[in-house]
């Protein structure tokens, strides 16, 4: 099946097949016999009737059944002579409608393919960075704040790490380093909560740290940080069973992306295009790109 | 991101360097360390904590191509993109261009409007249900032309929704009761369900009820505590007649029956009381003309513990009318007339529109009625309805996807009517909900938002904290451990003071750090409202910290932070400012007779409007009139104080 969803065009003629099955039921049911006789089968006023009740939450009395039927034979000459008026052509709303008929019916197919296990376990490996349990750290810090270190930061960090290292094991480190409300000890800190308090850098910094000694600087946005690593539990990228329903969400979701846009590609692909792009089109604004402000 | 803020740094530096406090600074490299300033507890620096160690970052209000107004206005992105976008992944925008947030939110509620769910889908497609009816097919002529006769057609659907004008017969297929709309519901309900991954990443499940009353605005969002299997159960509460009604008595009547049929929990949030004219928060009666009573009151501080005080459509914490001895009240406001602008505003409206009024008037309610009706926690959410919750000022999107990027957008009005004009420069770029939540899950999340230990931001995600009590003193604040001080000697932002020891006034423990990528802070405020002897309320903003050596006077400090702010090159620096800021404040004018709130705002320092942005990337002029500078803000939950009996 993974090869029919690779081919994009056979599934036009699937669903022409399809397409071509509603038809047929349809005219077996009524509609169009040939070019001078309309045929209401019974099925259609069936149809008709159901329709009617679920506007009006009521069955019609024979008398409405009859004025259905006029109605919908007054529509079938109408529709006919009006395509062969060509009406329809360049019709907004017909347009618009028949496109999303096609796309719904489309959308099915894709839809209907489900994913094999060797195709999730390929798309697990493809990404594992979506699926990886991010690293977790406990850890402990003390704070440097660069306005109560103007000229001499970095002099002070290092006497700083010197204080903690002469302490004590059991003893409280907390008084070195300068007051804060950022929290100094995290048991159990995954990475995107390390994140949240202290940016992007001092995160990345953690991974290299020496486990169970006061170390540093580390930089973070604010400062500089005095830093122990007490244990660190290194992010793993858990086997598919453990993360099956979001691999399968995201890879039918890839999947179908990718489906559609090939197969929409290749159905335009069938025709020659002659665009007769406007001269104002030739120099279009381009956005620069973002701008960084000087903290970010 | 990836460059940390090292230049930045070094220019704090050199710029602080006049005042630097050397008292300060001896706290650094001390030789031995002083005893804990928390007395009685050994160093034990893993000790289990019982509360949160952070807040977590969400968007409580964004719309779909679900809701009627955003298809209508040509957004294609449907459940699923709104989650993808919010826990971090690029996006096409409905415009055609890339989008991604700075940073993931940790958690997002999708709430489309209850009313004609999926209707658009239906007007854009020409379906013989829309076509059948003379306003459906004004409708699908306006989509057909696109541009602003769509948007045009947008708002006449707004117009005529709000004023009850739907054709009855149409709207059938869109709303309770039609197995279309029932299985409209799941579907939806079935694609957030996808993404909710609990510890990581929350898919909160609820909608927005839209109550309009002549254009006037009383929508409220509502949230379930609970998965599918409860939120299947029912389809969502509307408000046009025979089904839904425009009554929030209605609608907590609805919520009541939820919890019995479903044994689940819900709660409701009401938004843009700036655009109701005056009925949002009413004081003698509701916009019906009943008079409040005791119903009323309990109902309504039953199912809405929360407000959101700010988001695009304006900031709703207070008005510079109301307040006028407040001088950053002057803040992102829509105050031109009601939704549609179909009429415009008075100042006599404002006292039933704006959150801190609204906090006053539940005082007085109270001591009428024996409950505060407006005894609401605060949190900040977009309300965008492209399905991409933006809230910070260099990556707006807009509120609709008429207002994505581009080089026009800041040019064309948002709305013009004979009552007045909404320039689209006024979209306000905010705001976000920090939630004090213990787990990273629907129940977790939901939990704190009932007892109210959330607050607002307008974009920025700075840590803010307060604690209010009656033993804080100016001591703790050398505590290298606040959180844990303050939970201990008091309460957090959205609870009641304990009973009051001693003879002073409430002190609060109040502390707030930058958004790590973000701007230094300016000052903390503590904003109390009280009801006197003879019913009349009060209100007063007290400076109660500042960054630098500025004086504060009379819990007034005139100072102003200063501005960095470039607008050619649309940039800023943290060379003003502090990257942190806490105190402990002791109420001076206290008295232990009259009932009581204090909440914080913080404020940072000037930072660029999102127009400068666009000016600077597209190179096109800032129109004129447009504000080009705010300073972001956040609004906690008040703590209140209510004398014994």
């Known amino acids: 099946m993974k090869r029919l969803i690779r081919e994009p065009l056979l599934h036009f003629v699937v669903l022409g097949a399809a397409l071509f099955a509603i038809d047929a039921s349809l005219r077996e049911n009524s509609g169009p016999a040939g070019d001078d006789q309309i045929v209401v089968s019974r099925g259609r006023i069936a149809n008709l009737a159901a329709l009617f009740e679920k506007t009006w939450q009521r069955a ?35 347009r618009r409608r028949v496109r999303q008929k096609m796309e719904f019916a489309l959308e099915d197919i894709i839809e209907h393919e489900a994913a094999t296990d060797p195709q999730l376990e390929e ?20 704070y440097l704040n660069p306005e109560r270190h103007v000229t001499t930061l970095a002099a002070d960090a290092e006497r700083a790490l010197a204080s903690v290292r002469a302490l004590d094991e059991d003893a409280d480190p907390r008084q070195i380093g300068d007051p804060s409300v950022m929290e100094h000890a995290f048991p159990d800190a995954s990475v995107a909560e390390v994140v949240s308090t202290f940016g992007e850098a001092f995160t990345e910094s ?91 | ?71 209508l206005f040509g957004n294609r992105l449907g459940v699923e993109d709104a989650h993808r976008f919010a826990r971090g992944d690029e996006v096409m925008a409905s415009s055609g261009q890339p989008a991604k947030l700075s940073r993931p939110l940790d958690w997002v509620l999708v709430a ?109 969002n509502v949230i379930f505590r609970d998965g599918p299997q409860q939120a299947k159960r029912i389809v969502p509460y509307t408000t046009q007649a025979p089904v839904g009604s425009p009554d929030p008595l209605d609608l907590y009547k609805w919520m009541e029956s939820y919890e019995a049929k479903t044994g689940g929990s819900t709660l409701a949030l009401a938004h843009n009381g700036n655009l109701s004219n005056g009925i949002m928060f009413p004081i003698d009666a509701q916009y019906s003309g009943r008079k409040l009573d005791k119903h009323y009151v309990e109902q309504r501080a039953k199912w809405e513990p929360l407000y959101e005080v700010t988001q695009i459509k304006g900031d709703g914490e207070a008005h510079q009318v109301l307040s006028p001895d407040d001088s950053f009240a002057d803040f992102e406001h829509w105050d031109v007339g009601n939704l549609d602008l179909s009429v415009a505003k008075t100042d006599d409206m404002l006292a039933g529109e704006y959150a801190r009024e609204a906090l006053k008037r539940g005082l007085a309610l109270e001591q009428r009625l024996g409950t505060n009706p407006y005894k609401f926690g605060m949190v900040g959410a977009t309300d965008s ?63 704190a938002m009932a007892r109210k230990e959330v607050y607002a931001t307008t974009g920025s995600r700075m840590v803010v904290r307060v604690f209010g009590g009656w033993e804080f003193t100016d001591a703790d604040l050398s505590s290298r451990q606040l959180a844990f001080l303050g939970y201990a000697k008091g309460v957090p932002m959205g609870g009641d003071l304990r009973k009051r020891e001693g003879e002073s006034g409430p002190n609060f423990l109040v502390y707030a750090l930058r958004d790590p990528i973000g701007a230094n802070l300016d000052r903390i405020q503590i904003i109390k409202g ?35 702010v470039d607008i050619a090159h649309a940039s800023w620096t943290n060379t003003i400012g502090a990257s942190e800021l806490a105190t402990v404040w002791t109420d001076p004018d206290f008295d232990a007779a009259q009932s009581a709130f204090y909440y914080v705002r913080v404020l940072e320092i000037p930072t660029p409007r999102w127009v400068v942005y666009d000016a600077y990337r597209f190179g096109v002029e800032i129109p004129e009139g447009a504000r080009t500078i705010l300073q972001e803000r956040a609004y906690t939950s008040p703590i209140w104080y209510t004398p014994a009996k």
């Not at chain 1, 409405?64 to 395509?83: N, S």
């Open chain 2, 1 to 71: 991101m990836k460059q940390p803020a090292k230049t930045v740094l070094v220019a704090a530096s050199v710029a602080l360097v006049a005042v630097s406090s050397a008292a300060l600074a001896q706290d650094a490299g001390t030789e031995k360390p002083k005893p804990d300033a928390y007395p009685g507890k050994a160093y034990s620096p893993y000790a289990k904590r019982s509360f949160p160690a952070r807040p977590l970052w969400g968007d409580s209000h964004l719309h779909t191509a679900l809701s009627m107004d955003a298809g």
């Open chain 1, 206 to 296: 953690l991974a290299d740290l020496p486990i169970g000694e006061w170390t540093g600087p580390v930089r973070s946005t604010f400062g500089l940080h005095i830093v122990r690593v007490d244990a660190r539990t290194p992010g793993t990228l858990p086997p598919l069973d453990d993360v099956r329903a979001s691999v399968e969400r995201d890879w039918s979701f890839a999947e179908r992306a990718a489906a559609s846009k090939r197969f929409y590609g290749d159905l335009v692909a069938r025709y020659r295009l002659v665009i007769e792009w406007p001269e104002n089109m030739q120099s279009q604004t381009e956005p620069k790109d973002a701008n960084e402000p000087s903290d970010r």
């Open chain 2, 385 to 447: 309805h492209t399905s991409l919750a933006t809230a910070q000022e260099d990556n707006f999107f807009g509120k609709h996807t008429g207002y994505e990027p581009s080089p026009e957008r800041m040019s064309h009005p948002f709305m013009k009517t004979d009552q007045g004009v909404l320039h689209s420069w006024q979209q306000s770029a905010s705001g976000l909900g920090g939630v004090w939540a213990h787990e990273n899950t629907r129940e977790s999340i939901f939990d």
């Open chain 1, 60 to 94: 019609p009395t024979s008398a409405e059944v009859r004025t259905l039927v006029d109605d919908f034979v007054l529509e079938e000459a109408l529709y006919r002579e009006g395509k062969a008026l060509g009406v329809d052509i360049d019709d907004t709303v017909i």
């Open chain 1, 123 to 142: 798309w697990l490996a493809e990404h594992p960075e979506r699926y990886t349990r991010p690293s977790r750290y406990r850890f402990r810090q003390l």
């Open chain 2, 112 to 220: 489309d409007h209850s009313d004609g769910l999926g209707l658009v889908q239906d007007i854009a497609a020409g379906a013989p249900e829309v076509m059948r009816s003379e306003q459906g097919r004004r409708w699908v002529e306006g989509m057909r032309k696109g541009g602003q006769a769509g948007v045009a057609a947008a708002l006449d659907l707004i117009t005529t929704f709000s004023n009850a004008k739907m054709d009855p017969e149409m709207f059938a297929n869109y709303s309770p009761g039609s197995n279309k709309y029932k299985s409209i519901w799941q579907r939806a309900v079935d694609a957030a369900e996808k993404y909710n991954d609990p510890g990581h990443f929350t898919a909160l499940l609820g909608f927005e009820w839209t109550s309009l009353v002549k254009g006037a605005n009383m929508h409220r």
């Open chain 2, 530 to 564: 009280w009801l006197d002897a003879d019913g009349k309320t009060h209100e007063r903003v007290y400076d109660v910290v500042v960054s630098g050596d500025r004086a504060i006077e009379d819990g007034r400090c005139a100072t102003p932070v200063g501005n960095t």
